[in-house]
């Protein structure tokens, strides 16, 4: 008579820890875009360094700045750019390349435009100009990962506790 019981019991526990797990995924999601942010902005602050000792040409700058940042997450790649007068369109081209990319789903539009407009102006201004932009480009950057981190943590609790709930609820009606 125990054993339908403790089935129910069991199978309620599993439904429940179920909606848990799907909520931190849910919370996993949500972190991935403050990391997007911060490996944006750790990125445009190793090209500003790198425009400080420029000594090299646009695309092997990006290219040296990306493996000194260690970007894990954002998915951008400089290989295969060439300076000259096409540079500006092929960096324009791996920007909307990137703008599209599934995991920048989560990433505001405002990042990413600040981001891709202080890149796709290297080469193209004045080096007073570009730090100015790239400066610029951190900024909105830094503000948007606090906003980021704020608003990400509220979502995270809400969607740990959302699928904990969701999960419960069934239980309950599977009882």
């Known amino acids: 008579m125990m054993w339908p019981l403790f089935a129910k019991l069991l199978g309620a526990g599993c439904v429940t820890m179920c909606g848990a797990v799907w909520g931190m995924a849910r919370a996993r999601g949500i972190l991935l875009r403050v990391k997007m942010i911060e490996e944006m902005l750790r990125f445009l602050q190793c090209v500003e360094s790198e425009l400080d000792f420029r000594a090299q040409e646009t695309p092997l700058l990006l290219h040296s700045a990306q493996r000194k940042a260690r970007l894990h997450t954002l998915p951008l790649s400089f290989e295969g750019l060439r300076a000259g007068p096409e540079f500006p369109q092929?960096?324009?081209?791996?920007?909307?390349?990137?703008?599209?990319?599934?995991?920048?789903q989560g990433v505001p539009s405002t990042a990413l435009e600040a981001f891709s407009t202080a890149l796709c102006r290297l080469g193209t201004v004045a080096a007073g100009e570009e730090c100015r932009e790239l400066r610029y480009a951190q900024a909105q950057l830094q503000r948007l990962c606090e906003e980021s981190r704020r608003d990400d943590q509220n979502r995270q609790k809400l969607s740990i506790a959302l699928g904990t709930g969701a999960g419960a609820c069934i239980a309950l009606l599977l009882i």
């Open 90 to 104: 092929q960096l324009a081209q791996r920007m909307a390349v990137l703008g599209s990319d599934r995991l920048m």
